[in-house]
C-alpha cells in the first residue's frame, strides 16, 4: 500500500523547528543539508519536545498528551495517546524499527523515516512511502554527525536536505514521555506477533505511566519497560470475528509470558540479552477489544501497580 507519511511528518517537522527555543531544544543545519534538533542529548528538552518527538514518529495520526494519574499513592504524570489509524501510525511508523550504528555510537530509530529506510528489513511492514523527504526520531545518548545523516539520507533514498532528525537519549525527559506513548503501539506489535491482520484494528488509545528519568540509559531502558508491562492500559476497537479475540485475548498482556513478574533489567540479564527475552512480555499491562461487529468487549490483564512501584523505588 502507498503512503505519503513522510511529506506530513516533514511539515510537523518544520513547526518543532521553528519552536525549538520553548522547547528546550536546539537545531542544527548539518553541513550536508539535513536538520537535526536535540531534543535531549546536550539540550535540555523537556516534556513538550517529548510529546512532539511522539507526534512526530505517528506522522502526526495520533495524539498524546501528558495528564496527572497516580502511582504508589502520590501524583503521577501518564501519557495518554489515541490514533484512528493505529496500524499505520504505530504499527508501520512508531515503532522502532531501524537500528543504527552512528560514527560515536549506536542509536534506535523510530518514526516515518523507517518505512523508507528501514522497510525491507522488517516484517510486517507492507507501506511504501515514496515521500521525497524523511522524518526519523532517534533514541540514543550521542547525535549523528554529517557523514551519519548522509548515509540515512542515503538510505531513505532522499536528498539530505529533505532529511529531518530528532534525537533524545532514554533517560531524559522527552526520552521516557516519547518512549511512554508508544501504549498503542507495542499493543499492535504484540497483536502482530500473535498472527493478528492489523488491518482488524480500527482505532485505539492507551495510557503509560511516565518512567523517571536521569540515570543512565541503560536503567531508564529498564524502567521505561517497567512502566509499560506493568501498567499501560490499551483500549483497542476492532472489526473482525469473536472467535479470533476469544482465542487469543488472555495471551495479549504482558503477564500471558512465562518471564513476567521480575523487573526488565533482571529479565535481561537472565536472558543474556534482548534476542533471548521472551518476546511476550512486549505488552502493554492491561488490554480491552471492542468489536465492532458484535458490540462484544473482550478483557485481560490488569495494572501491577506494586510490582511496577517495587521496580521503581527499590533500586
Keep these: 500500500m502507498n503512503c505519503k507519511v513522510n511529506e506530513t511528518a516533514w511539515k510537523l517537522f518544520q513547526n518543532v523547528l521553528s519552536a525549538c527555543p520553548d522547547l528546550g531544544c536546539s537545531a542544527e543545519r548539518m553541513d550536508c543539508g539535513a536538520w537535526l534538533i536535540d531534543a535531549g542529548v546536550d539540550a535540555p528538552g523537556g516534556f513538550d519536545a517529548g510529546l512532539r518527538m511522539a507526534e512526530l514518529s505517528t506522522a502526526g495520526m495520533a495524539h498524546p498528551a501528558i495528564i496527572q494519574g497516580s502511582l504508589n499513592d502520590i501524583p503521577w504524570p501518564v501519557v495518554k495517546i489515541y490514533s484512528d489509524h493505529p496500524n499505520l501510525a504505530c504499527f508501520q511508523s512508531q515503532a522502532a524499527n531501524w537500528p543504527l550504528q552512528l560514527a560515536d555510537g549506536f542509536g534506535m530509530g523510530s518514526g516515518p523515516a523507517c518505512l523508507k529506510g528501514a522497510a525491507d528489513k522488517v516484517p510486517g511492514l507492507d507501506f511504501i512511502d515514496d515521500s521525497d523527504c524523511a522524518v526519523l526520531i532517534l533514541e540514543g545518548s550521542v547525535l549523528p554527525n554529517n557523514e551519519d545523516c548522509k548515509s540515512i539520507a542515503a538510505a531513505c533514498e532522499v536528498p539530505p536536505g529533505r532529511l529531518g532528525i530528532m534525537a533524545a537519549p532514554t533517560s531524559s525527559i522527552a526520552g521516557v514521555v516519547q518512549i511512554a506513548a508508544r501504549s498503542v503501539e507495542i499493543a499492535m506489535h504484540k ?125
Design 191 to 315: 497483536l502482530h506477533h500473535l498472527g493478528v491482520n492489523l488491518d482488524y484494528i480500527v482505532c485505539g488509545t492507551g495510557a503509560c505511566p511516565i518512567a523517571p528519568p536521569g540515570g543512565s540509559d541503560m536503567e531508564a531502558l529498564g524502567r521505561t519497560n517497567d512502566a509499560m508491562m506493568f501498567s499501560a492500559q490499551v483500549w483497542l476497537c476492532a472489526d473482525s470475528d469473536d472467535s479470533m479475540f476469544e482465542n487469543l485475548i488472555d495471551r495479549i498482556p504482558a503477564s500471558a509470558s512465562p518471564a513476567y513478574g521480575k523487573p526488565f533489567l533482571e529479565t535481561l540479564e537472565a536472558a543474556g540479552g534482548f534476542y533471548g527475552v521472551d518476546p511476550n512480555i512486549f505488552a502493554p499491562a492491561e488490554i480491552t477489544l471492542v468489536n465492532l461487529k458484535s458490540g462484544r468487549i473482550f478483557h485481560a490483564g490488569q495494572r501491577d501497580e506494586p510490582r511496577l512501584s517495587a521496580a521503581l523505588w527499590n533500586k
